[in-house]
């Protein structure tokens, strides 16, 4: 059997008993195997998974299963999976075995899933390009047909690159991710899948380990629009264990997909037109534009003034809260600990030699904005700017139900590049932090190729807790964009 199935074509055909779970679940493991190369699993958990798809094929056996009911998944990373070991990349968790499950992982066993491992990221989910991970970086499963970057290795995007490179890959039928400033959109469209981030609170945060707290949103991938919003259904909700998950019922998302766009009006801000942004985006962003109008919607252009602050902005606020939130790895409650002659000395040498530099350089720089004497110039400051970005779309709404974006200002680059420049790894996330901030729905919707033959995304973003209207304007951009490219199958 091969993995090209959709997840919506995959439930069909166990529905119908066609294909069993098992047969399913083997398949995915016999592609992880062959793709070892893309290094996108860092925990494999091959015996769980055969004994959670033999659970599913007992249920579907008796007429019985939930929404996902065998199929199988990655779950990134950075999710607490009881008795699994979980990494969130870093060598400061090593040996860490948590004992409980997070939330969101909990509700996708719940309705059946099954699960293959657990993906490699970005430590502690910091970065775009997946190249931070202490288990080494995540290969993008496309290459470059011609350009600078022909025959290198291409980063999947990040964090959650592991998560993003699997789908692509046809390791998995959909996997897990979090977005933080962008972590789901970015590598979605690096990878040429389909990444939705929900609104802040709509999935629980519980059993996710913390990167910035006001920021961290845990969301899905899959290959198509409609898969998307079957995870996503099935990872939200209201948790009393996160006293920030919104108790507003989850609508059936994947129900009205096929509304189509008809008297949408399609935001398009000016401001997010870039200097240096490659053709090929700009005129992708004008052909989603026009794909939407013919679709019947109603193109409106929007401005979001706050926009060119929303960068520095965050890297403010997400170190800030990074630095506050990493506090706990001290060598005395979780993972690595490094000893040495007195307490003090075990906490600098345990978090010297467990974080690696980028995970370093924002915790310098959240104590450092946090600090007497420069809390007021920069986190307050940062504060009252993010407050201004959630207006600016507040406003942005009045006159439009949805944004139309580029997901991100370039295609998939090599592995390497652009790791010893921060600002221009930073630079990734100018479109996708901005929504991040103000809490909002985003998609990212494969739709189309760069000039040397790399996916690109166009993003689509929403009203608070309005992924229904995001989801099925992106279905509409996905039917009329057609995308069938895909990656090479490895040999
Ligand atoms: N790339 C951004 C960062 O490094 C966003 C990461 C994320 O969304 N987790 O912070």
Excluded at 159 to 188: M, W, Y
Excluded at 200 to 216: K, Q
Excluded at 354 to 361: I, N, P, Q, T
């Amino acid at each position: 059997m091969t993995t090209e199935m959709t997840l919506t074509q995959a439930r069909a055909a166990l529905a119908q008993r066609k294909i069993s779970a098992r047969e399913l679940t083997t398949a995915h493991l016999a592609a992880i195997e062959n793709a070892k190369v893309l290094n996108a699993f860092i925990t494999l958990t091959a015996e769980r998974a055969l004994a959670m798809a033999d659970a599913s094929d007992a249920r579907l056996k008796r007429g019985e299963g939930g929404l996902l009911e065998g199929a199988p998944l990655a779950i990134k990373d950075l999710f607490c999976t009881q008795g699994v070991r979980t990494t969130a990349g870093s060598k400061i968790l090593d040996g860490f075995t948590p004992p409980y499950e997070s939330t969101v992982s909990a509700k996708l066993w719940q309705a059946g899933a099954v699960m293959l491992g657990k993906a490699n990221l970005d430590e502690f989910a910091m970065g775009s390009s997946n190249m931070t991970s202490a288990y080494g970086p995540v290969i993008n499963p496309w290459k470059a047909k011609s350009g600078p970057a022909k025959g290198r290795d291409l980063v999947p995007g990040g964090s959650s690159g592991g998560s993003a490179s699997a789908v692509a890959a046809r390791l998995a039928l959909g996997a897990t991710g979090t977005d933080t400033g962008g972590s789901i959109r970015q590598p979605a469209a690096f990878c040429g899948i389909t990444g939705i981030k929900p609104t802040y609170g709509r999935c629980s945060r519980w059993g996710i380990v913390a990167f910035a707290s006001s920021l961290d949103q845990a969301g899905a991938f899959a290959r198509t629009v409609e898969d998307t919003a079957l995870l996503l259904r099935a990872m939200a909700g209201h948790d009393p264990k996160d006293s920030t998950s919104a108790a507003i019922p989850v609508p059936d998302y994947a129900a009205g997909l096929n509304g189509g766009v008809k008297g949408l009006r399609v935001g398009i801000p000016k401001e997010y037109r870039v200097d240096g942004m490659p053709e090929a985006i700009d005129k992708l962003w004008v052909k989603g534009a026009e794909w939407l109008k013919a679709g019947g919607a109603e193109i409106v252009e929007v401005s979001l003034p706050h926009t060119k602050y929303a960068l520095p902005c965050y890297y403010i606020v997400a170190p800030a809260e990074a630095s506050s939130n990493l506090a706990r790895y001290d060598g005395v409650r979780f993972g690595l600990r490094v000893p040495a002659d007195d307490l003090i000395g075990q906490y600098e040498a345990t978090r010297a030699a467990g974080f690696g530099r980028e995970v370093k350089r924002r915790i310098l720089i959240g104590t450092y904005v946090l600090s007497a004497g420069y809390y007021d110039a920069y986190y307050l400051q940062a504060q009252k700017v993010r407050a201004r970005i959630a207006e600016d779309f507040t406003k942005a709404y009045e006159r439009c139900d949805v944004i139309l974006t580029p997901t991100a200002p370039s295609a998939a680059f090599a592995i390497g590049d652009q790791l010893d420049d921060p600002i221009a790894m930073y630079l990734n996330d100018v479109f996708t932090v901005p929504a991040s901030l103000a809490g909002l729905p985003g998609i990212s919707v494969p739709a189309g190729l760069d000039a040397h033959g790399l996916p690109l995304g166009l993003q689509l973003l929403g009203r608070a807790f309005d992924e229904t209207t995001v989801l099925r304007a992106a279905k509409a951009l996905e039917d009329a964009a057609a995308f069938t490219h895909r990656p090479e199958p490895l040999p």
